[in-house]
Every structure is written in structure tokens, then in C-alpha cells.
């Protein structure tokens, strides 16, 4: 139909825009943007629109054009999807998830603004946009009816991989607030080796900062464990079942190369670039996961 042809197109428009605003607010905070605009909010600077650009100016307020913009196609979306698919189990739930957590993202970022907020707070930023951008990312797979083209009804998924599947989940979103953490922090340079935070001292981080950082090492670490073990067991058990076996071994790609990213972030002291490629992986990676719950909730054991 060509109703729903356009519904695909707005779908993909507002997926690329939730994760231009994801790394957009990442370019914010790498970049020491987010008082670009001042304590003034929706303004810049006490003006609509600001007649004085600087770099930092130029971040900050592009990210709040980026994020409005893709909010009105994210409440159009919701409300069209709710419409047009909202005989599909899911499309209610990922519908209200897009909307309440692009929202309160934006309050957050509005709050940080106006009146500051805490690291530990301020780390919840990139978790709960992540959240909203994989709302959005399945409700575009359920209207391009990707479920159906895998015939994921006819998936058979044993307990083990269920249970590694929702777990590997909840626990990436811890990586990923440690890793928000040692942005806000400020921590990044506070081990300047990789993977130790000195090679060749076995000895426990010694301050704050060293421990937000290799709290982090240690958390990203693990997943990349888990993720490669997961991947054997796919590899070992779902040959017959492509979306399982490449989606668990796409998975382990994704994870591998936030790792050296992140270990390439460290080592190059910061490059901008790799920074946002780190961020780029982790977006994917959640997306993927995410896909995947979705998908163990729709099979037989």
C-alpha cells in the first residue's frame, strides 16, 4: 500500500535522526560544547536563533535543532504506527518507550542547561536516548514486517540462549552508563595505557578517576567475553537458523570493534573521530541487541 510505503520512509527518516542525536550529544560532551548556548534554554544565548557562532556554539545549538526537528518526526511516527500497525503486539509499547524517553533525554539535557546537574545524573543521558533510539529502530523493523521475512514464528530458541540474550541486554546498558560516567567524569586520560592502566602495575586504580575508568575497562571486557561466547554457542547450535547465527556473530563484530575504538580513543589521546566511531558501535550494538530480545520474545523454545 502506498500508505504504508511512506510510513517506511518516515520509519527510516526518524531511526537515522534518533541516532544523528545520539551522536550529536556525543559530540556535545567530547567537544566541551554543552555550554555553548549558555544558561539559556530553548535559546542560545539569550537569542532564538544566535548572531555570534563559535565552534562551541555552532555543536550546541545545531544538537537542539537536530533533536526538536527529530522529535516532531518521532511523534508523527508513533502516532501513524500506532494507527497503521498497531494490531502488532509490540507497536503500543515501542510507540510510548520513543516518546517518554526522547522526552525526558531532552529534559534531561534542558535541566543540565538551565540549572546543572550532577556526573552521575548527567551519565543517564546517553542511556536513556539509547533507549528512545532503539524504541524507534524496532518500531521501523515491525513496519518493514522484518520478523516475517526472517519467520521468526517459526524460530525455535532454547532457554540458554534466551537467558543470554536478555541478560547480555540489561548488562550492556551498564557498559554503556560506565562509559557515559567516564565521559562526564572527565576520566578519560586517567589511565594513559591500555588495557592496564599501567602496563606492567598490577596494583588497584589509586584514585577516583582511575577507578571510573577501569570500572569501565573491566565492565567492556566482559561483554566482549560473553558476546564471543554467545557467538560460539549460535555458531555451534543455530547453523539452520541465519537471523540467530549471523545476528549473534554480527554481534561479536559490533563489540569487537568498540573495543579497539575505545583501546584507539586511549591511545591516540582522544582522537575525535574514533571517539565518535566508539559511540557509533555502541548505538549499533544496543540496536542489534535489542532486536534480538525482540525476537526471543516472538519464538518457541
Known amino acids: 500500500m502506498q500508505y504504508n510505503r511512506y510510513l517506511k520512509w518516515f520509519g527510516v527518516a526518524s531511526t537515522i535522526g534518533m541516532l544523528l542525536i545520539l551522536l550529536g550529544g556525543a559530540l556535545v560532551t567530547k567537544t566541551d560544547s554543552g555550554m555553548g548556548c549558555g544558561r539559556h534554554w530553548p535559546g542560545c544565548n539569550g537569542q532564538l536563533i544566535p548572531d555570534e557562532i563559535t565552534p562551541e556554539v555552532l555543536i550546541e545549538f545545531s544538537h537542539r535543532l537536530v533533536t526538536g526537528t527529530v522529535g516532531i518526526l518521532i511523534v508523527v511516527l508513533a502516532i501513524w504506527s500506532w494507527k497503521a500497525i498497531g494490531h502488532k503486539r509490540e507497536t503500543k509499547l515501542l510507540s510510548i518507550l520513543a516518546l517518554f524517553f526522547l522526552i525526558l533525554q531532552a529534559f534531561i539535557g534542558a535541566a543540565q542547561v538551565l540549572w546543572g546537574q550532577g556526573d552521575f545524573i548527567l551519565a543517564l543521558h546517553f ?22 521475512k526472517f519467520d521468526a514464528d517459526k524460530l525455535k530458541i532454547g532457554k540458554t540462549l534466551r537467558f543470554h540474550t536478555i541478560g547480555v541486554t540489561i548488562y550492556s546498558y551498564i557498559v554503556v552508563y560506565t562509559g557515559a560516567l567516564v565521559r562526564h567524569t572527565e576520566s578519560e586520560l586517567s589511565c594513559t595505557d591500555w588495557p592496564m592502566c599501567r ?5 588497584l586504580p589509586s584514585n577516583f578517576w582511575e577507578w571510573v575508568q577501569m570500572s569501565h575497562r573491566t565492565a567492556a571486557a566482559l561483554i566482549f567475553i560473553w558476546l564471543g561466547i554467545i557467538a560460539i554457542h549460535a555458531i555451534r547450535h543455530y547453523k539452520d537458523q541465519r537471523v540467530v547465527y549471523w545476528g549473534w556473530i554480527s554481534a561479536f563484530i559490533l563489540v569487537s570493534l568498540q573495543v579497539l575504538a575505545g583501546a584507539a580513543v586511549i591511545l591516540t589521546r582522544l582522537n575525535l573521530y574514533l571517539a565518535l566511531a566508539h559511540s557509533l558501535f555502541v548505538i549499533l550494538l544496543f540496536g542489534l541487541l535489542t532486536y534480538m530480545v525482540l525476537l526471543v520474545s516472538r519464538t518457541k523454545q
Request: no cysteine; net charge negative; glycine share 8%.
Open 199 to 203: 602496563n606492567g602495575d598490577f596494583s
Open 127 to 148: 542511556g536513556i536516548s539509547l533507549i528512545s533510539f532503539a524504541s524507534v529502530f524496532l518500531l521501523t523493523l515491525l513496519i518493514f514486517e522484518v520478523d516475517q
